[in-house]
């Protein structure tokens, strides 16, 4: 088997090196700690020291700060000093990219220097060099002598470092040798981690962070599996989701991202990233480890001897069609009405279908729901075409509209008669009858609806699924997750973290999000639109527009929250459609990774439009620049006019 965690059927942290931040230890036995970045100009000490204190305050215990240049990096000094006498003792982290001068100033004064190793000694020009060993092999030396002096450094006063991978700024020896691979962001990590080592020097964190949660749980497994097999030090990891948007968007991103790897047992420190203001970061970050403590009193799960799920590289588990589940259909959305005592036409609007009196039809938007399963509850009123519905067996049986109904079985034994399209099959996966096996290998119209009951769920799931592919049995599987009540940041963040885990690992052929309350018609809105979230954030179902947006810092030239409501506003029915919203030229383009369109600040009230890597209109005054953007998108073919329809 792969290694990359302690086990996959039991909750268990992976033991680190703890490593001190100042007096906050890191790693090891410590509690997984959260952190945050500011968002104000560093040269701006007043500014960026409220803002510190906010961010304390609201849970913060590491508070990382730009340093784009050598003055910023002095200015830390006066930052820290404030801070100190206001009796603030949080650690400092000084975040550095291309600048080794600033690095090596900052090192001086704060806890930490979080350094990319992407552009620490490399500028990126988009080259494709074809290296040989000994090219290579000088490469390294090279970076060597640009690195080693900072590392001298932070022996010398005690400041621990981070290397922090990001997808989207590989340098450009890392591209021509790995590509833009997990594998490529794990190298690129490795490279520095050699040199500390070889000079001793071992108070290192590591990331390795993309926008795309898939690429990014990825690179974090891969990279433990390297650091073992080379016999490097179990540094501690610092988990995060780079420019993961704002709202339900950024908070589901991060969640289905760190929460995997959490889920894991790997991560010591959390940052989500929201385009919010940086004190609403903590909180969401806290939800996600807090619920860990939870894990404590797991029951047992049978260890799985044949894994077949390939923990580095993303495969759809193979599935056979049926009706429109499995095989090539994008997973389904079931919304789960059986607490709706009564079901009127008006509340299907919260699932995504409206009617619509004047045209007499009903419209449905991008996150229109698939099926509609209504319990014991049936629905008395047509339903619009796109939305089917799932029943329980026992009025199934007895309902006049049998074709077009679909049976959910919670007992085979009582089955007389089957769909002969469609059935549900409801199965624990902690607690099943093996004959489902024998019955499975037979069947060609069901699909399964997978449930746990366990605090550490996904891995009661994932075992189960492993079974049915170890045994060669390709029937499709709903991820059936069940809430209490919980705030609207709690339900996205659990359910991210439990479906999404399951995405990550190619399982899931639709998703059921299900209260087991009474919900009211915001709640079933929350639950669908985050099962379309937990979709889409995990790649397997687009069905919105993709806002990688940065959480801006000290360097951002633009209010990103604004700037971000307003493109946001013109093109979110671009169903499919990145586009990047980055407030500075030094990064943006590299951390927008993946993205089609990219609106990037390049000056004071200028705006720099590409496509995709490539620049194609710079310096745009920002009065223009979103009607340009737009007649980019146009000039691309991705761009369609908005409907009327009501949503
Ligand atoms: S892209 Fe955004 S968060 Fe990243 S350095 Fe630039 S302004 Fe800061």
């Known amino acids: 088997m792969i290694s990359y965690c302690n086990s996959l059927t039991e909750y268990s942290r992976r033991k680190t090196r703890e490593v001190f931040i100042g007096d906050i230890p890191l790693g090891g036995n410590n509690p997984i700690r959260v952190q945050s970045m500011t968002t104000i100009d560093t040269m701006d000490t007043m500014g960026s020291v409220e803002q510190t204190l906010r961010m304390v305050e609201a849970g913060c215990e590491y508070v990382r700060i730009t340093a784009p240049s050598i003055k910023e990096a002095q200015n830390l000094e006066n930052i820290k000093n404030e801070l100190r006498k206001r009796g603030c003792n949080v650690p400092l982290v000084a975040d550095i990219h291309f600048t080794p001068n600033a690095a090596e100033l900052a090192a001086t004064i704060v806890e930490k220097v979080r350094v990319n190793p992407g552009n620490y000694a490399d500028k990126k020009k988009f080259e494709q060099i074809e290296y040989t060993d000994q090219t290579y092999a000088d490469e390294i030396r090279r970076i060597e002598d640009k690195f080693s002096p900072l590392v001298e450094i932070c022996k ?20 021509s040798r790995y590509g833009d691979t997990p594998l490529g962001m794990v190298e690129s990590a490795l490279e520095f981690i050699r040199i500390c080592e070889l000079m001793d020097y071992k108070d290192l964190v590591i990331s390795m962070k993309s926008s795309n949660p898939q690429v990014m749980v990825q690179a974090y497994r891969l990279l433990v599996n390297k650091l073992d097999e080379e016999g490097l030090e179990p540094y501690p990891l610092h988990l995060g989701v780079t ?19 959490l889920e894991d047992g790997l991560g010591d420190t959390v940052r989500v990233s929201l385009t919010e203001e940086p004190e609403v970061e903590a909180p969401v970050a806290q939800i996600m480890v807090d619920r860990l403590s939870k894990k404590s009193n797991q029951s047992k799960i049978e260890s ?49 279908h409206s009617y619509l009196p004047e045209l007499d039809k009903w419209g449905m938007n991008d996150l229109g729901a698939d099926y509609i399963y209504s319990g014991s509850n049936p629905i008395d009123f047509m339903l619009p075409n796109g939305l089917k519905e799932v029943m329980d067996y026992e009025g199934w049986q007895s309902c006049s509209d049998q074709r077009n109904k679909f049976p959910l079985i919670t007992d085979l034994q009582k089955v007389e008669s089957f769909h002969e ?15 489902i096996f024998g019955l499975l290998e037979k069947t060609t119209n069901t699909v399964l609806i997978l449930y746990s009951e366990q605090s550490h769920a996904t891995a009661s799931i994932r075992r189960f699924v492993v079974e049915l592919m170890n045994r060669n049995i390709q029937v499709p599987v709903v991820l059936k997750q069940v809430y209490p009540e919980l705030t609207e940041d709690e339900l996205m963040i659990y359910a991210s973290t439990d479906a999404g885990t399951l995405y990550v690992d190619g399982i899931g052929d639709g998703i059921m999000l299900s209260p087991n309350f009474k919900p009211s018609v915001d709640t079933l809105r929350l639950y669908n639109n985050t099962a379309f979230g937990i979709l889409q954030a995990a790649r397997t179902r687009i069905t919105k527009t993709e806002y990688i947006s940065c959480p801006s810092c000290g360097r951002t030239l633009f209010d990103l929250q604004e700037t971000t409501a307003m493109i946001r506003k013109r093109t979110d029915h671009l169903k499919g459609v990145k586009i990047g919203i980055m407030g500075c030229i030094v990064n943006g383009p590299g951390e927008m990774a993946d993205a089609d369109f990219g609106y990037v600040g390049s000056g004071k009230g200028k705006i720099t439009l590409y496509k995709g890597q490539e620049v194609v209109k710079r310096s745009v005054p920002s009065e223009r620049a979103l009607d340009e953007l737009i007649d ?15 949503a």
């Open 156 to 175: 010398k006063h005690g400041t621990a470092m981070r290397i922090g991978t990001n997808h989207g700024s590989l340098s450009d020896r890392i591209m």
């Open 421 to 435: 399209k469609l059935n549900f099959i409801e199965v624990n996966a902690d607690n099943y009858d093996q004959t």
């Open 632 to 646: 980019l998108i146009k000039e691309h073919g991705k761009w369609v006019e908005p409907e009327g329809v009501e």
């Open 304 to 352: 799985i001897e044949n894994y077949s799920i390939h923990p580095f590289e993303y495969h759809r588990r193979s599935t056979e069609e049926v009706l429109n589940f499995g095989h090539e259909n994008v997973p389904r959305v079931i919304a789960d009405f059986s607490k709706v005592e009564e079901v009127k036409p008006k509340d299907l609007k919260a699932i995504g």
């Open 243 to 261: 420019e993961a948007g704002e709202a339900e968007d950024g908070r589901i991103k991060s969640a289905v991202g760190i929460g995997t790897l």
